[in-house]
């Protein structure tokens, strides 16, 4: 006759194991329900402060309230082109970082896009006290000169500028070429 053994199984789920389960669903949902605080935006992107970067690309402005997306130069010129490296340059939103006229709101010497105030027409103010929402857009300036020189379309004179000189004349809205 053969001896019988008895086999103890072992349970999975046992209290302690519930335990650093339950730790583990409390510290990840509180987690998650706070994360949002600390980006810009929040889930939506939406409300985004004056000097925060955004994207003019998106369907919506997702700047605050009397704020809206700049664009930059290179993007207005550049929409549809092929670019250096083969990729088609995107096309901006209809409407985004545009006045009520359809004319670009250009941050000059500025390579990227941020929230900054506009008036009752959608025209930048030009009195903002942050430093990414004016011409040369905080070292904006000195980063193309370096990248690019002074004379490459639309940045010539960018390093005159970059090195403390004045900006250059306005000569006007910039307009989309293929706006109708």
Not at 21 to 36: E, K, R, W
Not at 125 to 132: C, E, I, Q, V, Y
Request: a negative charge; aromatic letters at 8%; one cysteine or more.
């Amino acid at each position: 006759m053969k001896p019988t053994t008895t086999v103890t199984k072992r349970t999975f789920l046992s209290s302690l194991n519930l335990a650093r389960i339950g730790a583990m669903v409390a510290v990840g949902s509180l987690t998650f329900a706070v994360a949002q605080s600390g980006c810009i935006g929040g889930w939506s992107y939406d409300n985004v402060p004056e000097g925060a970067r955004c994207n003019p690309y998106d369907s919506h402005n997702e700047c605050s309230s009397g704020l809206q997306c700049t664009v930059s130069s290179w993007q207005v010129a550049e929409q549809g082109t092929v670019s250096s490296q083969g990729n088609t340059v995107l096309f901006l939103a209809p409407g985004a970082g545009t006045n009520t006229a359809g004319d670009y709101n250009v941050l000059a010497f500025c390579p990227e896009n941020y929230c900054c105030p506009v008036d009752s027409n959608g025209n930048l103010t030009g009195k903002s006290t942050n430093p990414f929402c004016q011409p040369g857009c905080s070292g904006g300036a000195a980063a193309i000169c370096v990248a690019e020189g002074n004379t490459t379309v639309p940045y010539q004179g960018v390093c005159d500028f970059a090195d403390g000189g004045p900006l250059l004349p306005d000569t006007g809205p910039v307009e989309d070429a293929g706006k109708d």
